[in-house]
Structure formats: C-alpha cells, structure tokens
C-alpha cells in the first residue's frame, strides 16, 4: 500500500501576524470568527500585516501533517497557483514528508490563503480568501494514487466550491472502485448546515467513515441533544468518529459503541486545529489494524498536542507521544 | 400495580452534627470517608455530638424518598429496632410517604445509624454503626408486596451482612416469580471488591437492571478503563445505567446505548447522596413507561438537585423540577 490515507482539501497558506484590537477594527476583521474574503481584501491585509509568518495549512492537509507524524504516509489533493504562495504550500507539505502532486494552476486566482491576526490574549481572527484552491477540477483526481490509498478522506469544506463537486465525485468513484474507504468530515456546523442533504445523502451511498464534533452532527440530524443524534445514526453501517472536547470521543460502528476519555491537557492554549489532529490518530490507527477504541484514543491524544500550543499542526513527534502513551503496543 | 419500587436495603438513621478538626482528632474520626463502627463506639460518639439531627438515611431508603418526590410508590424493607432511633426511621419514612412495614427487632443490636461529623469546609466524615440493620432475616421479606412491586431494588451494601443474602434470595426468587424486574446497585467500589464474584454472579442469572458508577463498574469487571468496562457488558441484555459525575450517564441495554448529559450545577455542596438519587429518577422513568434516555434525564436531574445542598435527600419537590425541565411530557 503506498499511502495510508489521500485527503482532498483546501490548499491553504496560513499567514499569521501580531495585532492588536485596533489593527481589527481599522481593517474590519471580525474577531475570533472566520471570515470568507476575496481577493482584493486579501491583499490589502496581507499587506497590512507586520512581519507575516507562513506556514502551510487547511483542515485536511493539517490532517495529513499529523497522519505523517503518527508515521503514516499521506497524499494529498488540492489546487495553488504556480505562484510564491503557493511554491510555499508546495515546498511545506514536502517538508512533512507528503506527496503533493497536484499541478499547480498558471492563471486564475492566486494561492488560497487564511490571514490569522492573532491578538495579545491568543484569539485568532481568520479571513479565508480560497483563491486557487477553488478551481480543482476532474482533471487533478489521481486515480491511480487513490487506487493506492486505503481510506480517502474528504473535507467538508470542499462544498463551499461548487466545481470541486465534479472533482470529488470523480475521486469517490474511483476510491470505490479500487474497494477503498472514503471518509469525510463535517468541517463546521455552518457549513453543515448549508449542505445537510447532500451529506446525508453521501452518508447513505458512499461513506464508511464520518468525523464530525458534537455541535456537526447535531446539525446534520437537526437535532438538540447529542443523544438525540447518536440514536439517528442507528442502522447506519460505517463508523462515526464523534468529538466531545473535554468529554473525549464517541465511535460507533454499527452496534459496537466506544466512549473514549480526552487526555489532560494542562492548559488549553488554542483549539484551532483538534478536530484535524483527532482524525491524523484516528485514521493512522484505522490503517494500521488498530481496534476502534484505539483509533480514538490516538485521536484524543492527537488533539490534545494540538490544542496545547498555538497552530493547527504538531510541534512534537506524535509517533513517539503515543509510543509513550503505549498506544503502539501492537 | 401497588408499588413501583420495592427496596432492600440498611435501615439507617443519620446523626449529623457541626464538628471541628479537633473533635475529629479528639474523637478518632477519619475525616471525609465512612468507617464501620460498633456499637460501643456509636453510643460515645453519639453522646459526645451536640445539638445532633437526625433524618432518616440508608441509600436504598435514599432512593425510595427521591422516586416519592417524583411521583411514585414505594416499598421499604430493612431492619430497625423498637428503640427511639428505629421509631424515629419509621416516622421519617411515613412523613416522606413510604411503605415501611419490616417488623421492628424487640431484642438485639439498637437501630443502625451514621454518625456524620460535618466541618465548618462541609467535609462529612461518616461513621456507620449497622446495628439492627444487620439482623435482617428472611421472614422480613414480605412477598406479597414485592408481587405488587414492579422493580425489586437491592442496595449492594447488603452484601456486607452476611445473613441478610437468604432474605435477598428470598426476595429475588420472590420477584422472579411474579414476573417483576431485579436491579442492583453496587454501592461502592470497595464493596465491589469484596462481593465481586457474587455481584457478577447475579448481573448473569438475576438482575434485569444494575446501577453503577464509573469506578463501581471497573471494579465489577477489573478494568482501569471506563470504555473497556462498557465492552465487557457486551452480550449482557439488562439495562446498565452507569453514571460518571459531570459527564452525565451511560444507559445501555443490548445494543441500545444512550449517552445523557449532566444537568448544569451552579456549586457543588455535597455528592453524597448523588447515586442515590439517579437511581430514584431512573426508576421513576423506568416504571412509568419513558424511554431509557428520558431514564437516564430523569436521574440526572435527581443527582443536579441532590449535589447542590447537603444531605442524600431531595429538598425540593421532583416532580415540580422534572416538569420544569421538560421530562413528564408522555
């Protein structure tokens, strides 16, 4: 098998810079929320921004960076422009030891970014300007790497895009074909909400794994009660990885049931991030033949080193936290 | 059906009073855990309390004083003795309008009773003298009114007295037999310790419904892990209804699992007491026809109310709180 999982997401650069409140009120950014903005915004802040730092990001290739720290391989799909954005996403996810392949785009909108002010107290105030990351198309579907990867996995995100439907239809089918799982996750209650028939739809004819928080799923079953929404995935086949912050995790697979505990985290510094990290644990855990329980304990202790320190990826080595958490015991 | 709830457990009556950390010491009270005493040493300590109250106690009684505050019907059996402690049990237990008909003991050890040493920080230390509790016989079990009783309810303190386990085989087979259900409650880690192999013994021929916390049911199955206790109940086909303090309950019967979120406590004063009153909700729901996640509701809200005040019993009306929040919708 050459890959552990392919991930199908926004190819975003994270650019982050210090602010403080009055830098968000003179730019008009909402605080603590994020925020879709276009191009023109994006470079006007971008150019507001006092010593910028960049670092590659997006939900699921922040996943991939975890799956590859846990000493998973990982491969992924998402659209940049050939521009010096996006010759620093490319050049970051090569430094994680990832195979990112797609062709960059040679005209259209730049590089997507996400512009972070992070003021004085930790708050992060994102504007997401999606830019070339909205123009995937059929074409950028490897379906051989698909064919090589046991579990594609899919970000719910990618809706926001009408376009990138084709491309992740064109990927399921072949991921189906090949006799590989597709997985997605739910990304954000809003965007849950946008979309709820089309997930539902997914989770009844394609899915076999889906990850959601308790505020996602309580939306895609419009309902008020996390119970409420356990008891609708009765009768569904796949698994269900359900995040509960502080109250760890819930995985259903058909009448098999696990409530895994959150690992203590001394101080909770920036939750940006655990749901991506809690799928790298969960899913490096599918594909090496852990059980379900397992899979959500390296899930929790992936989330809890994200959560821990500012960023959506790990600063330490998640293959040896969880040797010593003896979570690779088989 | 006369009873909803038929009881079994140490007719117990608290002497509770104001202490410093000098009577403790003075008085070799281990603070904040509750020792067995003898008779001798519950007359000196009694008689060095100053301004006692006394209410009736024991968890089953407990219990059965919460589901009347919901709304139900029960039925107490345990032991006291024709003293003025066992005349004060008797009358508390009619105030809270209860059936309490075991014949009182005219010879023997004095009615039982908890000795509660309460400082100034609200730390209880307790100190159980069994006393008549511990003569109960057979004789005592009354099987006409547990033919009338739609649950037979066993505290697992029981356990502790050896003679008291033909009265509950009396009880059980008495039960079964009319065609009623058996629950138990475990009643305390240590207690689990001692009874292990018995209590697993009943959850495989006898019991329809067990009643336990998160250490009790790791205890139960020798386990350090919550989610590896839940798995070990697979292949059980009673109701499990496992409570884990601020994370609410998990009710599981077959294959059906419930996950209930605690009710919100503004300060938490006193847990004692807390089990106790989630089995009386739960029970309340159970005879009443709810499902097992308005079940687990209802004792939820019976722990919220019991954890806020001091004391195991109910200081306001249930059933009022129950509307309130919605549970008596059916």
Redesign the interface.
């Known amino acids: 098998m050459a890959y552990h999982v392919a991930a199908i997401g926004h190819a975003l650069v994270d650019v982050l810079a210090s602010a403080d409140d009055a830098f968000l009120l003179e730019h008009n950014i909402a605080k603590g929320v994020m925020t879709m903005i276009d191009e023109y915004r994006a470079s006007t802040l971008y150019a507001a921004f006092a010593a910028p730092q960049e670092a590659a990001g997006g939900s699921a290739a922040n996943t991939l960076a975890g799956l590859v720290s846990f000493g998973g391989k990982g491969y992924f799909i998402g659209k940049v422009k050939d521009d010096r954005l996006g010759t620093s996403f490319a050049d970051s996810m090569a430094a994680s030891g990832l195979t990112f392949a797609t062709t960059r785009a040679t005209s259209g909108p730049q590089t997507g970014c996400c512009l972070i002010a992070v003021t004085p107290e930790g708050e992060r105030s994102m504007n997401t300007f999606l830019g070339a990351a909205s123009t995937l198309h059929t074409a950028d579907i490897d379906e051989k790497a698909l064919g090589e990867s046991q579990v594609l996995y899919i970000e719910g995100y990618m809706w926001d895009v009408p376009n990138a439907k084709a491309a992740i239809g064109k990927a399921i089918a072949a991921s189906k074909r090949a006799g590989k799982k597709i997985a997605l996750t739910l990304s954000d209650p809003f965007c849950v909400g946008r979309y709820r028939e089309e997930f539902l739809g997914l989770l009844k004819n394609d899915l076999d794994l889906v990850f959601a928080n308790e505020e996602e799923i309580k939306a895609l079953f419009e309902v008020s009660?996390?119970?409420?929404a356990?008891?609708a995935l009765e009768g569904w086949k796949g698994i269900a990885a359900l995040t509960r912050s502080e109250?760890g995790c819930?995985v259903k697979h058909g009448?098999e049931?696990?409530?895994?505990?959150a690992y203590p985290v001394k101080k909770v510094i920036d939750t940006t991030g655990a749901g991506d990290q809690f799928a790298a644990g969960f899913l490096y855990g599918l594909t090496h033949g852990m059980n379900l329980?397992d899979c959500g304990r390296l899930g929790c202790l992936g989330a809890s080193e994200c959560i821990a320190h500012y960023g959506a990826r790990p600063e330490v080595n998640l293959r040896e936290l969880a040797a010593k958490a003896n979570l690779l015991r088989q």
Do not use: I, P, S, T
């Open positions: 009660d996390f119970d409420a356990l008891q109250k819930v009448n049931l696990h409530l895994v505990d329980a």
